[in-house]
């Protein structure tokens, strides 16, 4: 059986800000920063990564309390700023999501660097959780590379040796594309997230797409 992993932000949908914005209240709330620096980049990297960041830069001590701190008041706060920030889902998607509940031989997972609690209030609010079997998310990991071999490992778990023979990562980074490559997968890049098409070119996916709109073409990648 094949094993789809989808990324969420840039692949699946956008917020606008909501993680940034959530970000910044977090750091305001816990930490007392009228101003916190949150100017820093997200795509492609770990909730986990980010939060050593930010409090870095923000001459805080990257402690597992304070990271503890930080990711617990983010995730009460996200749920409030999406609803107010709201987004979009990218071009293509719910068709897409719809075919691949009819084909029996592919599993569909997500694959994030969101914390999983996060990834799923962003599935939930666009009403795409019923179409994945669970989220391998970016709680402990320190880039992409480690949730991904983490994640391989899970389904090795789950499904016994052979589940990671067939994996194919649908992302919308260079990231991605390394992360796939990483524990063997092949991998589809779109080019809704923002990353010019010749640097994913440069990574050798599978292959490159403008977004998920061609349905017959991204069908047939993802499940001949």
Same mark, same amino acid.
């Given at each position: 059986?094949? &094993? ?5 932000? $840039? ?62 008041? =983010?995730?009460?706060? %996200? ?29 569909? =997972? ?21 179409? %994945?079997? $669970? ?7 320190? +880039? ?6 983490? &994640? ?6 789950? =499904? ?11 992302? +919308? &980074? ?9 524990? $063997? ?6 080019? &809704?997230? $923002? ?30």
């Amino acid at each position: 059986m094949r &094993t789809l992993l989808f990324d969420i932000d $840039g692949t699946l949908l956008v917020t606008r800000s909501g993680g940034a914005t959530a970000l910044r209240h977090a750091m305001t709330d816990e930490f007392g920063l009228s101003d916190p620096h949150i100017d820093i980049q997200f795509g492609g990297r770990t909730d986990r990564s980010i939060l050593t960041e930010l409090l870095t830069s923000n001459g805080l001590p990257d402690t597992q309390a304070n990271r503890d701190r930080l990711r617990d008041r =983010y995730i009460q706060r %996200f749920p409030e700023v999406l609803n107010q920030v709201g987004g979009q889902m990218m071009p293509g998607v719910m068709p897409l999501l719809e075919e691949l509940k009819g084909h029996a031989e592919v599993r569909s =997972y997500v694959m994030t660097g969101n914390f999983q609690v996060t990834g799923q209030h962003k599935l939930d609010h666009f009403r795409l959780g019923g179409f %994945f079997r $669970g989220i391998f998310g970016g709680d402990q990991d320190s +880039d992409r590379d480690e949730l991904a071999r983490r &994640t391989a490992d899970a389904l090795v778990q789950r =499904y016994g040796p052979d589940a990671t023979a067939d994996v194919i990562v649908v992302g +919308d &980074t260079v990231a991605d594309i390394r992360c796939g490559h990483c524990i $063997g997968a092949k991998v589809v890049a779109v080019c &809704t997230g $923002g990353q010019d098409r010749s640097l994913l070119e440069q990574e050798s996916p599978l292959a490159v797409a403008d977004d998920l709109t061609d349905l017959p073409a991204i069908l047939k990648l993802l499940t001949s």
